[in-house]
C-alpha cells in the first residue's frame, strides 16, 4: 500500500479556507491530491482545536531536511532520465548524508513526482518545420496527371534481435508533453531497414522495393533500386523530394 501524502502547513490553511468558501470536502480532496478522510478529519481538528498546525507525532524523524529534500527534487528535474541510485550518489557527496534509494524515490513521491515512459516524438529541426509548407507550395498547382507520375514510398525499421531498451523520466502531471521530458528519437537510425512504394494511378499492391542488404542508398532523382515482389514493375518517371 502506497504511504498516503501529507499536507503541508500552507495547504491544511488553503483547505479550511475553501470549507469556510463552501467548497465541497470532495473538491478540496481533489484539488489537493489527497483522499476524502483526510479532509474530514482536518476539518473536525480544526472545529475542535482551532490550529492546522501539524501536531507532535511519535516514532523516528526523517532522515533529510526540507533543504535536502528540495536538492532531491532539483536533480530530478534538472536531469528527468535520473535515476534514484544517482540522486542518492549526488546527495551523499554533497551533504555527506547515505539514505536508500527508495527514500529518494519517497521524497521525489512527495513532489508529485513519478517515473513514467516518455513520450515520443521526432527530432525536429527548425528546417524540418518550414519544408513542409514550401513543399505544398511548390506543388499547389500539380494536376491529376501530375499526380499519377509519382510513386510514393516509405521506409520502416526492424529489431531483429533486441529492443532498443527503456527509458523513464520524472514528471509531475500534465507533464507528459514538456520539451525535458520526452524523447526525441531519430527515425530509423539504425536496424534493418525496408522499402516499399505505391504509385496513385497503378492497380497493383504496393511493391516492397527491398532490404537495406539488398540495394544502394538511392541516388539521384530517378534511381531504381531492386524490387523483391515484382522486377517488372513500372518505375514512375518523376521523383518528388521532400
Known amino acids: 500500500m502506497p504511504a498516503r501524502r501529507k499536507l503541508t ?49 511519535l516514532g523516528r524523524p526523517k532522515k533529510t531536511t526540507h533543504r535536502e529534500d528540495r536538492f532531491i527534487q532539483r536533480q530530478a528535474l534538472q536531469h528527468r532520465a535520473t535515476t534514484c541510485k ?43 518545420h518550414r519544408a513542409p509548407l514550401a513543399w505544398s507550395r511548390r506543388h499547389l498547382r500539380w494536376t491529376r496527371r501530375d499526380w499519377a507520375q509519382v510513386l510514393f514510398s516509405d521506409e520502416s525499421r526492424f529489431n531483429l534481435y533486441h529492443s532498443d531498451g527503456r527509458r523513464k523520466v520524472w514528471r509531475r502531471e ?10 526525441e528519437r531519430v527515425a530509423f537510425g539504425g536496424g534493418c531497414h525496408g522499402l516499399g512504394g505505391l504509385q496513385p494511378s497503378s492497380t497493383q499492391p ?23 515482389a515484382d522486377p517488372a514493375a513500372d518505375w514512375p518517371k518523376r521523383c518528388v523530394s521532400g
Open 86 to 128: 544517482v540522486i542518492r550518489g549526488q546527495l551523499r557527496e554533497a551533504t555527506n548524508i547515505n539514505v536508500c534509494e527508495r527514500t529518494i524515490g519517497n521524497r521525489l513521491h512527495d513532489a508529485r513526482l513519478r517515473s513514467r515512459r516518455p513520450a515520443v516524438r521526432p527530432l525536429l529541426t527548425q528546417a524540418h
Open 174 to 183: 500534465g507533464e507528459r508533453y514538456e520539451d525535458d521530458t520526452v524523447h
Open 9 to 57: 502547513t500552507f495547504n491544511r490553511g488553503r483547505a479550511i479556507a475553501w470549507l469556510h468558501d463552501g467548497v465541497s470536502k470532495c473538491e478540496v480532496a481533489r484539488q489537493l491530491g489527497v483522499s476524502h478522510s483526510v479532509i474530514v478529519r482536518l476539518n473536525q481538528r480544526f472545529q475542535t482545536t482551532n490550529n492546522v498546525e501539524e501536531r507532535p507525532r
Open 206 to 228: 504496393p511493391v516492397p522495393c527491398g532490404w537495406e542488404s539488398h540495394w544502394s542508398t538511392l541516388q539521384g532523382q530517378n534511381s531504381r533500386p531492386y524490387c523483391l
